[in-house]
């Protein structure tokens, strides 16, 4: 089996192609195509959208005096229908098809987002692997050094196993060293993952982590993500914007052990621009490979030692989370609506007493029942959070 094969036989198995849930067949091939026109990013393609109502065919096909006339600079209307002359909305769909690769765009439900409130979110996103709501929700970046000491590799795979109790989704970049150990530590505690790819999902890059990601795919608790249509390779400029859809799917990056002269750093900082939080764990003082670690907390990254740490200063509430199967159903009135006012966010009795509009000793009572039946959870102070 050749090289170039092998490489693609990760997509079968779990792997199914969706279409958008929002755009017919036609309108996806074309956001496709865009997807591969360099010089056509997301300011570009929304100005496209807005000028052409949404109808994206007509962009594709819009003559050059068009294109400039709605702000295009004649050089990028130059490249565009240099490029689009080589490129088949009809035949890029047909490749994703036979690969089973999921393509979600701005217009989907399950576009994520975190990442759409970032600078610059890629309009088209693919995909190997189903995204959950938790992936949607409750994701943190792990990040790191690819040459990790002893230090390194036990402090990642302790961070990760504590976020993966608390139904933390992690998300790196497939790399070796940090990545690698963050993917497999979430993998085999029973977690979620998600590795985002700096070539197109016909390539897996580094080919030595090819089988950890068809174990992803194929264990139905991961995905292989990218911004990059097929047959882009690994390029290093690509690498940047793979570190910046990493910190835009989550809610906060920890960067376990880095040198100063490190891509982790690259990550961090690009969280940090885009308004989500840097996590840093202290390195000795006498470290090359955790320099960088300890430059981003002098630098005002959250130093951290416990999983608690992290999930105290985002303020999310993790609870373990029982069998659904052996959970029972609401068995009454009161229940179903106090139930229907809680997720996994705490909320105070309070708070669902006023919005139930129930006297406060059917609320109280109610909580009780739930509780002792494993359906809702106590957090303290009186806040409770749904187990379901």
Known sequence: MGKKQRRMEVFDGRARYYPSDKLTL??????????RVMGIGPVRFQLLLDHFQEDVARAWYAPSSEL???GLDQRTVDSFIRQRASIDPDHEL???????????????ACYPPLLRKIDYAPPVLYACGQLTEDDLHYSIGIVGTRKMSSYGRQVTEHFTKELVKGKITIVSGLALGVDTVA????LD???RTIAVLACGLDTIYPPSNYHLAKHII???RGVILSSFPLGIKPEAGNFPARNHIIAGLSLGILVTEAPLKSGALITANSALVQGREVYAVPSSIFSNSGAGVNKLIRDGAHPVTEVSDILEHLNIHTVPLPDASVLREPESEEERIVLGLLSREPRHIDDLIRDTELAPNIVTSTLTIL????LVKQLGS????RCT
């Open 218 to 220: 194929d264990s139905g």
């Open 371 to 374: 509780e002792l039946d494993g």
């Open 68 to 70: 400039t006339r709605i």
């Open 94 to 108: 047909e490749r994703l098809d036979r690969l089973r690769i999921q393509v979600i765009t701005w217009k989907d």
């Open 189 to 191: 505690n029973g977690g």
């Open 382 to 385: 009186m806040q409770y959070v």
């Open 26 to 35: 036609e309108e996806l091939s074309y956001w496709i195509a865009f997807s």
């Open 183 to 186: 993917h497999n530590t979430a």
